[in-house]
């Protein structure tokens, strides 16, 4: 029997523990100033992931993923969100590459969902719209950073990138 918290195949299994914040942070440097022209407001919007995991004990790992939203409009920040969501997982019955694998993207997929949620309460609670982060494609992510990984001349860095547009929320992963 599956659940929604659970995930079994012939091969192994992931069950969800806990989910949990590890740090979080909301800055809006330019309020309120920020506020008195609320028309004129077009910021752009970066974001930028990056996942960790480190084992606990012999079945279980704790999986972070750090999300980081930052606004800008005509070079000023209007504010920068940075939340890291964490969960502890039990995964047991897989090879070590395969785990490698599911740490990486069957992981932040779960978790993503309460960060975006939790990143749209901070930034409502700054004074700030709505913000609406669409689903990540972590297999997308974790393939281009094995790319990176196999020729480094093509990046830096461990985490992924993408814009967003005002209003929409729409990721673009690069």
Not at 12 to 33: C, N, W
Not at 114 to 134: S, T
Request: with cysteine.
């Amino acid at each position: 029997m599956t659940d929604e918290s659970t995930a079994d195949s012939s091969q192994g299994r992931i069950q969800l523990e806990r989910i949990y914040l590890k740090d979080v942070s909301f800055e809006s440097p330019q309020a309120p100033t920020i506020f008195t022209d609320p028309d004129n407001w077009q910021p752009k919007m970066n974001l930028h992931l990056e996942t960790e995991a480190k084992g606990v004990d012999d079945e279980r790992y704790e999986v972070a993923l750090t999300v980081t939203v930052t606004a800008t409009d005509t070079e000023t920040t209007v504010f920068l969100v940075e939340l890291k969501q964490a969960g502890l997982f039990r995964i047991s019955g897989f090879d070590d590459k395969t785990r490698n694998h599911v740490l990486g993207t069957a992981c932040p997929n779960m978790l993503f969902p309460f960060a975006r949620e939790n990143l749209d309460h901070l930034v409502q609670k700054g004074g700030m719209p709505q913000l609406l982060l669409q689903p990540i494609n972590f297999e997308a992510l974790q393939a281009q950073q094995a790319a990176r990984q196999a020729n480094p001349s093509t990046g830096t860095g461990d985490g992924a990138a993408a814009e967003t547009s005002p209003g929409n929320g729409a990721a673009d992963d690069r």
